[in-house]
């Protein structure tokens, strides 16, 4: 604990940096989830297919698939950003998926008869019945975000996994706590505001 003490300006800054990280993955991830989510919904017979290929990205053990990203972007923030979106995208397009399947058909036959565009019944119905699921699986995909991004300090990237494998490498008990501790406090913070936004959007 003397070194989150006494380097708790550099703890912070390494927090910040871990949290940027996986907010941007999981923006990039979104942005990815949601087509394919729709293919899914739309065209149910693909959903074997594209759930079974997501779902063999994500047993895949994360040192190995860093490995094969270092080969394929180098050192740095690269191979773990492009990591984070591929593992994220099981959790997410099942999530938003399940959601949207899981809208009552009446409400649908209802946007339908109000003359609704499929865009605007997708924004103004679906997409707000379908947001309580959505959400949790955000939480659930952000809270993997963060324990995944520790391994970035393993390939040159940023974020607290600098501090848990310098720490192993110098044999610095206190630095491997450090940056553990921290990884694990940004874990508890985003499952928490993310279980109060699912919350109200229940509600």
């Given amino acids: 604990m003397t070194y989150l003490t006494s380097h708790a300006a550099r703890v912070f800054a390494l927090a910040q940096d871990h949290a940027l990280i996986v907010a941007a993955a999981l923006?990039?991830?979104l942005a990815a989830a949601f087509p394919l989510a729709l293919v899914i919904v739309r065209r149910p017979r693909t959903a074997p297919l594209l759930l079974g290929l997501l779902g063999a990205i994500y047993t895949i053990p994360s040192l190995a698939l860093l490995a094969l990203l270092v080969r394929a972007f180098g050192l740095g923030i690269?191979?773990?950003?492009?990591?984070?979106?591929?593992?994220?995208?099981?959790?997410l397009v099942r999530n938003i998926a399940a959601g949207i399947s899981g809208i009552d058909p009446a409400q649908i036959d209802a946007a339908h008869g109000l003359g609704m565009a499929a865009r605007q019944q997708f924004v103004r119905v679906e997409l707000p019945l379908a947001l309580p699921v959505i959400v949790g699986g955000i939480r659930v995909a952000a809270v993997a975000m963060i324990a995944i991004a520790t391994l970035g300090g393993y390939v040159g990237g940023e974020g607290l996994g600098t501090l848990i494998f310098t720490g192993l490498t110098l044999h610095h008990d206190d630095m491997i706590v450090a940056g553990s501790l921290a990884a694990s406090l940004l874990a508890i913070v985003a499952d928490g505001a993310l279980r109060l936004v699912e919350h109200a959007v229940r509600r």
């Fill in 78 to 91: 690269a191979p773990i950003f492009v990591a984070l979106v591929a593992y994220a995208q099981f959790m």
């Fill in 27 to 29: 923006l990039v991830a």
